[in-house]
Each structure stands twice: as structure tokens, then as C-alpha cells.
């Protein structure tokens, strides 16, 4: 099979993924079209609000597309075409479902945040650690969506890369504060069609000059200095499944007028996502003829926004097909970055029982969050974001769990979420065990003890918690 039909093929099953696989997990949730939402029960002029679906779609996808749907996979890359495959079964199997139950348990327990959903189905202690955690891996992607946007903007304007960190910062802290529709709601579609046109003109102008697509399908491949598992599935991150997106969806499950859009809204952005990744380890490993072509690009430094940029402006110009493009890629982590902090603001007035109609309560919130990641953005790029990814997958392992005792408790077929878990939680066991910012043990032993504990998740699971409850349980 030639590298552009593989491509294709990957593309079909993304798609064919969200109306079969996508039908199938709606199927087993039972969403009920009668039942009024959030949005309608709860409305406040501030964060519970109905919004037309093209806008929640539009919104849910730039919240959840931050950096990781391109700077993960072009570093995912250098694993070889192996990437693609994780990217396509890890975004429809896991990622999607992922991201699907963590809108729609919102929805059904009132818009609630994370810890909140936590709580309800793994209890009190879990429900208080995931309020830290959940605190910690916001302010962390607020963080990290805030160097690489700058650094971009910096190769476009000429201006500094800390006027830019600055400007950013600023527009984080007004959309974190100001009514969900006054500045997210009205900027976001014209950063959908930028974002829209980066993905499709990539791929369309790579096919239209001749590149060679996808030139090495040896799925052996391993350019990088670490080992693939679990690595790839920690690097690549949001291209195929993300725990930040849980953080981030019941912002729009509080925006969603109809259970039956939850399909569209959740599953069908995460689709939308890996369509994304899977653009771009297809440029990095065609544009540079291969894994290793990439590696050298990248630099010691690994050094994806060059990658970026290269990229963009050969493919499509240096003018402004070339610049649109980039934008594209700048929209992402900026989206992600100012609904991160909206969302540490939301999950910590939870905690506090804060009403946030008013200014006040508000900045009482947000303003210690920025001082926090002004701080945090001084410290190395590269040193936040493996903080970032380790965290960002453990937050999904615990979703995945979760959304597995939703199931269980109701009698339901939960498969499609406890396996995906114990998949997620061997990648974030045996990646802290072997990692620097880990554990550092070696790598066999850190292997086993990863494996070991997702048959002990497992088995934990199927014997306390995968037993259904003895009432019946409001849907």
C-alpha cells in the first residue's frame, strides 16, 4: 500500500469511526432528548447559557485542540508511521469515548466540573484529590499554550516573544472572566474557518506538489532515543486521547440544549482532533522524507515550532497562504489556553460554593491563578510539557475509570471504558516508574510493575466496583 492511500485509509476510519463506533457509545450512554439540560434548568447569563451547536462544536474542538494535536504528533513522529496507528484506534476507541462520557456525565450531574463527577462515582477521597489535580493540570496547559503560541507570533510580527507572552496573558485573563459568550462565543468561529483552513490546505497542497507521502510504512520504526512504549503514547497526547478535554467539556455541557447533540458536540470534536494529529505526523514524516529527515529538523532541542513553520510557509508560501496556515496552528493552543484557566476558575468556585455572577468573586479566583502561571512560564518549556504529558494522561486514566463505574452502576456495558483504562493506566504507571521525572527505574522493571497495575485496576474494578447499584439509578 503507497503512504498517500494508507493516509486516506487512516482518514476513512477516523470518520467511518464517529458514525459507527461514535453510534455504538451513544447507544450504550442512553442519552434522552426529553430530558431538559444544564443549559436550560440552570441558566445564569454567565456560564450556563444554550448555544446553537455549531458554536458549542466550533468551541468544544478549540478548547480541546490546544498544542498537543501538533506539537505531539510531530514529536510522536519520530516513532514512524506506528504513530498513526495510535493516533487513529487511540482517538476512536479511547480519546472520543473519553471525551464523550466526561460531557455528558456533566451533563447529567448539572453541568458539574471534574472532581464533581469524580466523586459521584469513585467517591469522596478520590473527588478531593482530583480537585488538586484537576487545579494543577489546568494551570499547567495554561502554561504550556502560552510559550509556543508567543514563539510562532514572534517568527510572524518580528515583536518579541515576551510582548507576546504579555498580549496572550492578558486575553486569557479577560476571556477567563468575562461571560462565556461575550468573548469565546463571538471570536472563536472566525478562529474555527483559520483553524479549518490550516488542516485542510496542508494535506490538499502536500498531495497537489508531488511530496512523497508517508515515503517508510516500517511500523518498527524508532528514531527516537526512548523507548515506544510508553513514550509515544505519552508524547503524542491529545491527537488520540487527553485528559485535559474532561476539564474542558463541561464547559459546554453547560451550553448544550439537547442531550442528542452530545454526539456531535464531544465524540465528534475529538474526531475532528485526531484528524488534526494525524495531518501533522503525516507532514512531519513526508515533508522530511521520513522519521529520521524529521529528526534532524527537530533539532537536540526538539524543536517543533521551526517544524511548524518550515512547513507551513514551503507547502503553502511565505505570504498569506503560508501565514493563514500558521495562524492555524497559533489559534489552537491560545483557544485551549484561555478556557484552561476559565475552567481551573469554574472547578475552584465548585469547590468554594462561589457564585460567579458577580465581577468581584471572580477576580478573587483568577488573579492568584495568573500570578501562579506568570511564574510557572519562566521555567523551561520542555521540562513543563513532560510534567504536562504524564499528568494530562493520568487525569484521562482517571475519567476512563470513572465513566466505567457510571456504566457498571447502571447495569451497563462497560467495556467500552474499563478497557481503554487499564490500557491508559499501564502507559502512565510505567512512564512514571521509568522516567526521569518519575521514578527513573529501568526500563523492564518499570514495564512490569505498569502492567501489573492495570491487571490490578482491573481486577479491583470487575470484584468492588463493577457492581450494579441496588436501585435503580436517575437518568
Not at 472520543?96 to 472532581?115: C, E, L, N, Q, T
Not at 491529545?238 to 456531535?264: D, W
Request: proline share 5%.
Amino acid at each position: 500500500m503507497s503512504g498517500g492511500l494508507f493516509f486516506l485509509v487512516c482518514l476513512g476510519l477516523l470518520i467511518g469511526g464517529y458514525f459507527i463506533y461514535g453510534a455504538i457509545v451513544e447507544r450504550i450512554f442512553q442519552p434522552n432528548e426529553n430530558r431538559p439540560t444544564p443549559a436550560k434548568t440552570m441558566a445564569d447569563g454567565m456560564d450556563y447559557m444554550e448555544l446553537p451547536l455549531w458554536k458549542v462544536f466550533l468551541i468544544q474542538l478549540l478548547n480541546i485542540a490546544g498544542l498537543g494535536p501538533v506539537f505531539g504528533p510531530i514529536l510522536g513522529a519520530l516513532y514512524g508511521p506506528a504513530a498513526l496507528l495510535w493516533v487513529v484506534f487511540g482517538c476512536i476507541f479511547a480519546g472520543a469515548v473519553h471525551d464523550y462520557f466526561s460531557g455528558m456525565m456533566s451533563i447529567r450531574y448539572k453541568g458539574a466540573s471534574v472532581p464533581d463527577m469524580v466523586g459521584a462515582n469513585l467517591g469522596s477521597i478520590a473527588r478531593q484529590f482530583m480537585i488538586y489535580f484537576s487545579v494543577v493540570v489546568l494551570v499547567l496547559v495554561g502554561v504550556v499554550f502560552v510559550n509556543g503560541p508567543a514563539g510562532l507570533l514572534n517568527k510572524i510580527s518580528g515583536m518579541s516573544t515576551m510582548s507576546w507572552v504579555v498580549i496572550i496573558f492578558i486575553y486569557y485573563f479577560l476571556a477567563t472572566i468575562m461571560p462565556i459568550d461575550v468573548i469565546i462565543g463571538r471570536i472563536y468561529p472566525l478562529f474555527g474557518a483559520i483553524l479549518l483552513f490550516m488542516a485542510a490546505a496542508l494535506p490538499i497542497m502536500m498531495f497537489a506538489k508531488g511530496y512523497n507521502v508517508l515515503p517508510n510504512l516500517d511500523f518498527a520504526t524508532n528514531t527516537h532515543t526512548l523507548p515506544m512504549w510508553p513514550m509515544m503514547f505519552i508524547t503524542i497526547a491529545c491527537g488520540a486521547i487527553s485528559g485535559f478535554h474532561s476539564t474542558q467539556s463541561p464547559m459546554m455541557a453547560r451550553c448544550i440544549g439537547n442531550e442528542k447533540l452530545g454526539r456531535k458536540a464531544f465524540y465528534g470534536a475529538m474526531i475532528a482532533e485526531g484528524i488534526i494529529g494525524l495531518i501533522w505526523v503525516t507532514v512531519g514524516l513526508s515533508f522530511y522524507e521520513g522519521a529520521e529527515g524529521l529528526r534532524k529538523a527537530l533539532g537536540p532541542s526538539g524543536n517543533a515550532a521551526l517544524v511548524v513553520s518550515e512547513a507551513c510557509n514551503t507547502l503553502l508560501g511565505s505570504g498569506l497562504g503560508g501565514t493563514l496556515a500558521i495562524l492555524g496552528v497559533v489559534v489552537l493552543p491560545i483557544t485551549s489556553g484561555d478556557t484552561a484557566f476559565r475552567s481551573a476558575r469554574l472547578t475552584i468556585a465548585d469547590l468554594f460554593k462561589l457564585p460567579q455572577q458577580a465581577v468581584i468573586p471572580r477576580l478573587m479566583i483568577a488573579v492568584p491563578l495568573f500570578i501562579i502561571g506568570g511564574v510557572l512560564s519562566q521555567i523551561n518549556f520542555g521540562v513543563i510539557w513532560r510534567y504536562f504529558g504524564w499528568a494530562n494522561q493520568t487525569l484521562a486514566m482517571f475519567i476512563l475509570w470513572t465513566a466505567a463505574v457510571y456504566l457498571a452502576k447502571r447495569a451497563r456495558f462497560h467495556w467500552i471504558c474499563s478497557l481503554p483504562a487499564a490500557f491508559m493506566t499501564a502507559v502512565t504507571v510505567t512512564y512514571l516508574c521509568y522516567d526521569k521525572i518519575g521514578f527513573g527505574l529501568p526500563y523492564e522493571t518499570s514495564f512490569y510493575i505498569g502492567i501489573g497495575a492495570a491487571i490490578a485496576c482491573l481486577a479491583f474494578f470487575l470484584i468492588r466496583g463493577c457492581s450494579p447499584s441496588p436501585v435503580p439509578l436517575e437518568d
